[in-house]
Structures are given as structure tokens and as C-alpha cells.
């Protein structure tokens, strides 16, 4: 069985519009699985619907399991349980995905506290190895910092050490590096790359970026207006479009590249 | 260690360099903490005699055996009024007032306004609209009728007052909280929480209040120098400490005939609010960058 099902997801606003229709995938335990789509194709509510976190207002019909259990209809109490342990989440936005007032150290140590039941020294050794996986050397002054303080790649760093800390068997980048500089950018993604890899993580990827997701995931779904429109290896997602939309992606990613070697040869 | 509000930590961080920027924030905060200093200082002053009051009092406060409006100076350091009662005595007696008004105050709009203002930035859909609404009628609803009400059912009496006054309170501070609570609520790091399986209550002990904190204990300095202001119009109007006990509202009500001939007796009253407003504005006014290490940083 995967670790995460979705089948018929339909998420609806309080019109009754359909923002994410009829959306179905499966998420492996150690896949990897990207979800691809311009801003407004309902690609990150599917990922806070896999959470059975949505926004107020929106309702969500159809089938999401994660670990077995009903993201959907089962009560409250139960999918709060099932998410800490299973699942995690890295934002856009490392600056509001990080409480502005909690030092980096004791948002990490949170989960690690409540989940893992660490505390004193064994908390502190747990944070500063967290640090040091997402290679934040100085990791005395990175706990110690408020996310204010901190760089764009650091907080970014800071999020996703906070969200592997307690080895979630899913994770679930909502556009990581989209806010970050290229180059950071490129940092970042070696290391979910590696993370993910070296633990066996399952990850879930959300992105704009055709190169990047090319990257990082192995199986994509490109969505479009709340609807999946096409899914299969990467590789073969790019050599072989079919949906016109995902051909557009394509080829405005090749364009770009052959704009760059062009310039470069220049 | 808690995971509740700290006193954070103010020190600048570790790798700003002194750069012009940083020395303009400097200079900003420097004026702001000045700000916070002179508050202070003049709240303790008045704390500090109204304590003094309850051990020692220049003269009972009935006794009228100096003579009226007595100028300042001699026995009476600040004269009598025209009853013949000492005018500092009746000024500490009535710094117990202001105090007790601007603690109890907010102390019933605080509790009142953070905890409906919590449910209401819960709310959504018609409940939230609903919320909005009332709060707006009852902001716009005026003290001084919502006092007139009470003290028609209660009677004039300083817990009368203080409820009024602080209903009043708890209404805009309701209004403040609710708008607070939701724009934390669609931060991601409250979603990431919840991802990672944190239950509301702990979402909200440990990341809504002591984001919305700030803000909503400046204002609460605020409303408390707003609320000794209150407590004088009521009380100056008869709506508020009925006599023998003197409000500060209620001297300057006293002096008022006499103004021209002995104002000494409405002097005294009307600059110790105004000290005890202004020391609580100023007071606000510091602990706006105290509470919040973004500001404090830049």
C-alpha cells in the first residue's frame, strides 16, 4: 500500500467552484513525486488537502490516505495524530514559515520535544545535529538567532531541518526554493536531494519549475486549472509531452536554456 | 523550558556590523527607551504615593479643621479645598482611584477582549461576519450611556465604574485581538504546526498569543491611560466614586466654582492626571520595541 493516496480529491470553495478537481496519485513510501502547475492550479490546496489542512471556507470531497488513515472524514483528534509523526512541510517562504518571535533553536526543538520526548542535553544534541544535516556549521549562533536575523538560505535551511528533525516518512516542499537565490537555490535542492535520499523519505514536490522538478522527482503530475493533466516519469513527462500545456513547460524551458547557451557562446 | 512568550532576547544580533543603518535604529530606539524611562518614572511616582497613602496621610481625610481653601503652603503643602480637607491628602486618596481604575480596568477588558477577540479570529464563514459586526456596534456604543445604564441598575460606585469603563475596553480590544489572531492564523508557520501534528491549544499558547502579545499589551498601556481619563469624566459628572471618596474627576468638579480664587485645588487634580496619562502613553509607547525583537533589531 503507499503512504499517501489520493483518489477523486475535489476541493471546493464556498461558491462551489472546484479549485482542485477530481485530482488522483499515489506517493510510495521513498517516491519521489512532483506536482507541476503555473499559480492558481490548485497544486498547493492538494497539498494542504493531503494533510486535511484547508483553508477555511474550502471543502474537500473524494478519497486522501495518508498512512492508512482518512485525511478526510476521520476525526480531528485522529488526523492530528497521524500528520506530526507521518508528514511534514517546507513553505515558499522561509520567513513566515518560521514563528518570528521563537528562536531557530527552539523551533526545532519543538517537534523534537513533543514527539520525540527529548529533553535537556539530549534536546540540545538533537537540535545541533539537526543543524548540522542541513549543514549549518556555527550552529550555537544559528539556535540562538531569531529568523530575522538570518539569511534567506539559512532560514530556509532552518525550516527544513525543523520539518526532518523527527524523520517524517513524507515530505511535502511547497515551492522551497521559488523565494531564494539561484544559487542558494541550487544549495537547497542538493540538499532535499540528499536528505531525502540517504533516509528514504518520501517526497512530495510542488513546483513551477520544470527544470527544478526535473531535478528532484522521479514520477510528476503537470496540473492545470485543478485537474491533472498528464502524469509519468519525468523523463519521459519531457521527452514526450502530450498535454499542449505541458508542451508550452517544455518548451519555454528549452527556449530559456537555448537562450543561455546562446548569450554564452556570444 | 516553556514554550510560552519569553522575555526575548534584546542584545542586536551577533552579525550586524555598525553600519549607517543600524546606527539611525540606534538613535531610534535610544528615544524610545528615554520614552519608556520618563513613562515609568512618572507612574512610580504616583504608585509610589499612592502606596505611601495607605501607611501614612498628611490628615484624616475628613478633617476639616484647617480652614477652606487654605493657599498652598505651611501645614497643607498644598492648601484645602472648600470643604477645608487637605488637598494632598484628597490628591493621594484620589491616586488610588486612577490606579484602581486603570488596573481593574484593564484587567476586565483584557481578559474579556483577548478571549472573545480569540474566538472570534477562530470564527469563519457567517460566525465571523457576525462577530465583526457586534464588536462594531459595541465600540461605537458610548461609555458614558453603557456607565449611565450601569449605574442606573448598580449605582454610582467605583466597581461600577471600572465595569463600564472596562466592557468599553474590552470591546475595542476584542476588535484589535480578532484582526491579530487571523492575520497570524494564515502565517505558514502556524501550518507547518499543525502539519506537524501540534493540537490547537498548543498552537495557540505557543504561537497566536505570543505573536499577537506585543501589540495587544501596548495597547492595553494605552487604554489604561484612556480609562483614568474615563474615571474622571464619570466621576466628575457624578456617575463614578460617589463622595466622601475623591476621585480626581470629582476634586476638579469641587474646584470648579472656586477656580479663579484658589486654583491650587483644581491645579492639583488636573496635572496629576495629566502626569499619570502622559507617564502611561509613554510607558505604551517604549514597550512597543521591548516586546518585539523585530523591531528592537532594526
Not at chain 2, 481578559?111 to 477577540?117: H, K, N, T
Request: charged share 15%; with cysteine.
Amino acid at each position: 500500500m503507499s503512504l499517501l493516496t489520493v483518489a477523486g480529491l475535489t476541493v471546493r470553495d464556498q461558491a462551489g467552484r472546484a479549485l482542485v478537481d477530481d485530482v488522483s496519485f499515489a506517493v510510495a513510501a521513498g517516491d519521489r513525486a512532483g506536482l507541476i502547475g503555473e499559480s492558481g492550479s490548485g497544486k498547493s490546496l492538494t497539498a494542504l488537502a493531503v494533510t486535511g489542512l484547508l483553508p477555511p471556507g474550502l471543502t474537500a470531497t473524494g478519497e486522501v490516505r495518508l498512512d492508512g488513515v482518512d485525511m478526510i472524514r476521520a476525526p480531528e483528534k485522529h488526523r492530528t495524530a497521524t500528520r506530526g509523526p507521518v508528514a511534514a512541510i517546507v513553505f515558499q517562504e522561509p520567513l513566515t514559515a518560521l514563528d518570528p518571535l521563537m528562536t531557530a533553536g527552539r523551533q526545532i526543538a519543538g517537534p523534537l520535544r513533543r514527539l520525540h520526548r527529548l529533553r535537556g542535553a539530549g534536546l540540545r544534541a538533537a537540535v545541533n545535529d539537526a543543524l548540522d544535516e542541513v549543514r549549518l556549521t556555527d550552529t550555537d549562533r544559528i539556535a540562538n538567532s531569531y529568523p530575522h536575523q538570518l539569511s534567506g538560505g539559512q532560514r530556509q535551511r532552518v525550516a527544513i531541518a525543523m520539518a526532518l528533525a523527527c524523520r517524517p516518512r513524507l515530505l511535502i516542499a511547497d515551492e522551497p526554493t521559488t523565494a531564494l537565490d539561484v544559487t542558494v537555490q541550487a544549495e537547497i535542492l542538493d540538499l532535499l536531494d540528499r536528505l531525502v535520499e540517504t533516509r528514504g523519505t518520501a517526497l512530495l514536490f510542488i513546483t513551477h519549475d520544470l527544470p527544478v522538478a526535473a531535478r528532484v522527482t522521479r514520477d510528476t503530475h503537470v496540473m492545470r486549472n485543478g485537474q491533472i493533466v498528464e502524469s509519468g516519469p519525468i523523463a519521459d513527462v519531457i521527452a514526450h509531452p502530450s498535454h499542449p500545456y505541458t508542451k508550452t513547460l517544455v518548451e519555454s524551458a528549452r527556449r530559456f536554456d537555448a537562450a543561455l547557451e546562446r548569450t554564452a557562446r556570444d | 523550558m516553556s514554550s510560552t512568550a519569553s522575555p526575548p532576547d534584546l542584545s542586536p544580533a551577533p552579525q550586524s556590523d555598525p553600519s549607517p543603518a543600524s546606527a539611525r535604529a540606534g538613535a531610534g530606539s535610544r528615544r524610545r527607551s528615554l520614552h519608556l524611562v520618563i513613562g515609568l518614572v512618572l507612574v512610580g511616582i504616583i504608585a509610589g504615593g499612592v502606596l505611601i497613602s495607605y501607611f501614612w496621610l498628611p490628615f484624616a481625610p475628613d478633617d476639616t479643621s484647617g480652614g477652606r481653601l487654605v493657599p498652598p503652603g505651611g501645614d497643607h503643602l498644598l492648601g484645602t479645598d472648600k470643604l477645608g480637607r487637605d488637598l494632598l491628602t484628597q490628591l493621594l486618596i484620589g491616586g488610588r482611584i486612577a490606579l484602581a481604575t486603570a488596573l481593574g480596568a484593564v484587567a476586565v477588558g483584557g481578559v474579556l477582549g483577548v478571549s472573545f477577540g480569540l474566538l472570534a479570529g477562530f470564527a469563519t464563514r457567517w460566525l465571523d461576519d457576525a462577530a465583526a459586526v457586534v464588536l462594531d456596534i459595541l465600540i461605537a456604543f458610548p461609555t458614558l450611556l453603557l456607565a449611565m445604564l450601569l449605574v442606573a441598575g448598580a449605582g454610582a460606585s467605583l466597581t461600577t465604574a471600572i465595569l463600564a469603563i472596562g466592557l468599553a475596553m474590552a470591546a475595542i480590544v476584542a476588535r484589535l485581538t480578532r484582526v491579530l489572531v487571523k492575520q497570524v492564523l494564515g502565517r505558514d508557520y502556524i501550518t507547518a504546526a499543525r502539519i506537524a501534528g501540534v493540537s490547537w491549544p498548543r498552537v495557540v499558547a505557543s504561537h497566536v498569543l505570543p505573536n499577537i502579545a506585543p501589540v495587544v499589551l501596548v495597547n492595553l498601556a494605552l487604554q489604561a491611560g484612556l480609562a483614568v481619563l474615563a474615571e474622571a469624566s464619570l466621576s466628575y459628572l457624578g456617575l463614578g466614586t460617589p463622595p466622601p471618596n475623591a476621585s480626581w474627576g470629582r476634586m476638579l468638579y469641587e474646584a470648579q466654582a472656586t477656580v479663579l480664587t484658589a486654583p491650587a485645588a483644581a491645579l492639583a487634580p488636573g496635572l496629576a492626571l495629566v502626569a499619570l496619562v502622559i507617564g502611561m502613553n509613554l510607558t505604551a509607547d517604549g514597550l512597543r520595541d521591548l516586546a518585539d525583537p523585530r523591531r528592537a533589531a532594526r
